[in-house]
């Protein structure tokens, strides 16, 4: 069991989508789900107050879009370590180039990507075991 799992919040307006991630997460010890909302304003405040390691953001969310989260996390000083993952069933490389060049360390489709999470989580959990 690690010292300080890897702290990750997840935003989408999916519920299915949130369980499933959660899900994904279940390896108690090694990544804390420390919040999962499906409204940007509200995951503004509460990332900028839970300071996550890992941030899985959807594009489509109830009241805004994951870009506005991603431009307001960029802001803020404190997260500057946080990697950003863009899930998205939204597929255009034009969406996934302009996600990136916002500061998103990672964009993946939902249709296909799922594995792909769990290996990025598990480099971060392999970085807090490195001495």
Same mark, same amino acid.
């Given at each position: 069991? !690690? !010292?300080?799992?890897?702290?990750?919040?997840? #935003?989408?307006?999916?519920?299915?989508?949130t369980e499933m991630l959660? /899900?994904?997460?279940?390896?108690?010890g090694?990544?804390d789900?420390v919040?999962?909302?499906?409204?940007?304003?509200t995951?503004?405040? /509460? *990332?900028? %107050? #839970?300071?996550?390691?890992?941030?899985? !953001?959807? &594009?489509?969310?109830k009241?805004?879009s994951?870009?506005?989260?991603l431009?307001?996390? %960029?802001l &803020?000083?404190?997260?500057?370590?946080a990697?950003? *993952?863009l899930f998205?069933?939204?597929?255009? %490389?034009? #969406?996934h180039?302009?996600? !990136?060049?916002?500061?998103?360390?990672f964009s993946?489709?939902?249709?296909?990507?799922?594995?792909?999470?769990?290996?990025i989580?598990?480099?971060?959990? %392999?970085?807090r075991?490195?001495p």
């Amino acid at each position: 069991m !690690l !010292l300080h799992p890897v702290r990750v919040f997840i #935003l989408d307006d999916s519920p299915q989508i949130t369980e499933m991630l959660s /899900e994904l997460f279940s390896d108690p010890g090694y990544v804390d789900v420390v919040g999962c909302h499906d409204s940007a304003i509200t995951a503004i405040e /509460e *990332i900028g %107050r #839970l300071n996550p390691d890992v941030v899985i !953001l959807d &594009l489509q969310l109830k009241d805004g879009s994951g870009f506005d989260v991603l431009k307001a996390m %960029r802001l &803020l000083p404190h997260l500057k370590d946080a990697v950003i *993952i863009l899930f998205t069933n939204h597929a255009s %490389r034009d #969406l996934h180039s302009h996600a !990136l060049a916002l500061g998103a360390d990672f964009s993946l489709d939902k249709s296909k990507d799922h594995a792909k999470i769990l290996e990025i989580i598990q480099d971060k959990v %392999r970085e807090r075991e490195a001495p």
